[in-house]
């Protein structure tokens, strides 16, 4: 519908919409089609319908509509991340053409991602981001490669993740949102070690993150 509000008379035309699309409203002379006087594209709605997408398994689709919004905001780095982690989905499906090249593709977007959520978001905040940003951003790498199995790439992400924990504890007391990613950074940690054989490594990190 925002689609067909925003096109010019010609473009509609040449859109192959469908009758259910062109529901009486929308065509509207009174409105010429654009009942809410949209001027632009909604990122948010794009972004939403790109979710769906995703979460329906159409991954092509999302993308889709993930790069739609990376074209209005390709500084935002939850657009890289959703694009990164559409690609790495599409990899792992079955019915992938050409897995490498997808992971290869969803880790140039994931690393884009990085860079955009470890740079300081203002100018006089130093040469460092927030840590809750730092934090997220470890997690996030860490979980991609051990979705991707390479646990020894993760390990290292979460136990970053771990290690900024103190930094965001301080922000919270300064007021910042009550975020915190290292107890499922734990948790992973917990996981890997565990399945790779060193039990005591697993119950260490349960004893000093995981209990309540």
């Known amino acids: 519908m925002f689609d067909y509000a925003l096109l010019d008379p010609v473009a509609r035309g040449q859109w ?13 002379a009174k409105h010429e089609g654009n009942p809410w006087q949209l001027q632009e594209l909604n990122a948010g709605v794009l972004m939403l319908y790109g979710h769906i997408m995703l ?11 993930y790069f739609r ?62 840590a809750l940003h730092r934090q997220e951003a470890e997690f996030n790498v860490g979980r991609v490669y051990h979705g991707l199995g390479m646990e020894h790439l993760a390990l290292g992400y979460y136990e970053s ?30 996981c890997i ?3 790779g054989g060193d039990v005591e490594g697993a119950r260490r990190v349960a004893e000093e993150w995981l209990v309540l």
């Open 16 to 28: 192959p919409f469908t009758q259910q699309e062109l529901i009486s409203w929308t065509e509207s």
């Open 193 to 195: 070690r565990g399945a």
């Open 69 to 130: 919004v990376f074209a209005i905001r390709p500084d935002d780095p939850i657009v890289s991340l959703c694009i990164a982690n559409a690609f790495v989905q599409g990899a792992l499906k079955r019915i992938s053409e050409n897995r490498h090249y997808q992971i290869q593709q969803g880790l140039a977007f994931l690393w884009r991602y990085y860079e955009l959520r470890v740079r300081p978001t203002a100018e006089g905040e130093g040469t460092r981001a927030r």
């Open 161 to 190: 993740c771990l290690g900024l924990r103190g930094e965001v504890v301080g922000e919270r007391a300064e007021g910042e949102p009550e975020e915190d990613f290292a107890v499922e950074a734990a948790f992973a940690v917990g």
């Open 55 to 65: 979460l329906g398994g159409t991954t092509n689709v999302a993308l889709d509509y």
